[in-house]
């Protein structure tokens, strides 16, 4: 299995407050969300955010109880680069950052979040190809029973 950078594009179906553990509770409207994270260990933590009934790990863990994955982009790297897609997608149109620190409280890169939320499906491969990373799209049929993890 291989390892890399990814992102989760999530549907929130309604407005709702989600306390996201020690971060705190927030507001999620309804609509779509975009986390990026790091997968350098291998992809089986993209993986483990398909479970259900899983323990809380990351901050994700909790919206994940609420929302459900429609698509997944996975890039094989040796660097992380969700730093950088954060960032950009933070700075494209309609965007906004809903839960300041989420996913990112770590983060040393200055990103606001690793979250971002749209009110429409954002098209997010152009912040991918302008950093020439190559992706596979895994669309919601392609994860229901999880075999496409054995890329």
């Known amino acids: 299995m291989g390892k890399g950078t990814y992102s989760l594009i999530l549907e929130l179906e309604r407005d ?4 996201i553990g020690k971060l705190g509770k927030f507001l999620f409207k309804k609509g779509y969300y ?9 992809f089986g933590r993209v993986k483990y955010h398909l479970k259900k ?6 901050h994700i863990d909790y919206l994940l109880d609420n929302s459900k994955i429609i698509k ?8 992380n680069y969700e730093h950088e897609i954060s960032k950009s997608l933070s700075n494209s149109p309609n965007a906004e950052v809903l839960a300041r620190g989420f996913g990112s409280s770590d983060c040393k890169d200055g990103c606001p979040s690793h979250l971002i939320y749209f009110s429409e499906n954002p098209e997010i491969s152009g912040i991918y190809q ?6 596979l799209i895994l669309e919601e049929s392609d994860f229901k029973n999880m075999q496409c993890f054995k890329i």
């Open 16 to 19: 709702q407050y989600i306390e």
């Open 34 to 42: 975009v986390y990026n994270g790091s997968a350098l260990g291998g």
């Open 53 to 58: 009934n899983k323990k809380k790990k990351w």
């Open 72 to 79: 997944i982009f996975l890039s094989e790297v040796e660097k």
């Open 130 to 135: 302008r950093l020439n990373l190559k992706y």
